[in-house]
């Protein structure tokens, strides 16, 4: 595998999708997803210039990356798994975003362990909008809940920046972008609901259909198997 070569492969192919998609250079930001990778291979993509990267496992997260944080402080970390009450401690110590909001009680709980820090965690919701997948919020009503008490004030460590979903695993190319469009429309309607924050992320697009995301407005593709390889799940 290599790494390098993978990431300059999919960041060209990442550019030139903005160009054809009309969207502005830049506008999609690359989250390398180095889960059941170890931190060395983390390092050969920040030699390459990766400053992003995602993790779904907290445990996981927190011990590849402490020391990586420590002598890289360019480097981010977005945990995009879902997140257990009793892991968020050691997720915030280690990340500046958690794509994976899947439920209101989570809020309380990110607000307290940023609040000890005194830091800022950026959340996307996550919306439900795959058949298989049963991660995230079933509907935009929920999410409504979530950004009412944001507006309240009553989570201020707490900064949503937008939207994450998982396409349904399938071949079918018209499923994966009706839920692609579907968390678009979410967001559209979220964000003139409520002018006071600034929803613009998307967060959409993995290695098998992260082109169909691009199309339909990704600003976030999270890509693991394309950069670093096959994940080894019997390690
Ligand atoms: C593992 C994972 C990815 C990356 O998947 P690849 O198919 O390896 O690119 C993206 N998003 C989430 C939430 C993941 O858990």
Do not use: W
Not at 35 to 53: D, N, P, R, S, T
Not at 120 to 143: D, M, P, Q
Not at 219 to 224: A, F, K, P, S
């Amino acid at each position: 595998m290599d790494i390098k070569e993978n990431l300059r492969d999919i960041l060209k192919s990442i550019r030139e999708l903005e160009k054809k998609s009309n969207r502005e250079e830049g506008s999609v930001k690359l989250v390398a997803v180095s889960k059941f990778h170890a931190g060395e291979e983390v390092l050969k993509a920040i030699e390459e210039g990766q400053l992003l990267f995602g993790e779904n496992r907290v445990q996981e997260a927190f011990q590849k990356f402490t020391p990586i944080l420590s002598q890289n402080p360019k480097v981010k970390l977005h945990i995009i798994g879902s997140l257990q009450s009793n892991k968020v401690r050691d997720a915030v110590k280690v990340c500046d975003t958690i794509e994976s909001v899947d439920r209101i009680s989570l809020l309380k709980e990110i607000e307290k362990q940023a609040a000890k820090l005194d830091k800022n965690i950026n959340i996307l919701f996550e919306l439900h909008t795959g058949e298989e997948s049963k991660a995230g919020f079933e509907s935009v009503e929920e999410i409504k809940e979530a950004l009412d008490l944001l507006k309240a004030n009553t989570y201020p460590h707490i900064n949503p920046i937008g939207f994450m979903t998982m396409a349904p695993f399938t071949k079918d190319e018209q499923l994966i972008r009706k839920s692609f469009v579907s968390l678009r429309e979410a967001k559209e309607h979220l964000q003139k609901l409520y002018p006071m924050f600034n929803l613009s992320e998307l967060s959409m697009g993995m290695s098998g259909d992260y082109k169909i995301a691009i199309e339909e407005g990704s600003t976030i593709v999270r890509i693991g198997t394309a950069i670093f390889g096959e994940r080894d799940y019997s390690k």
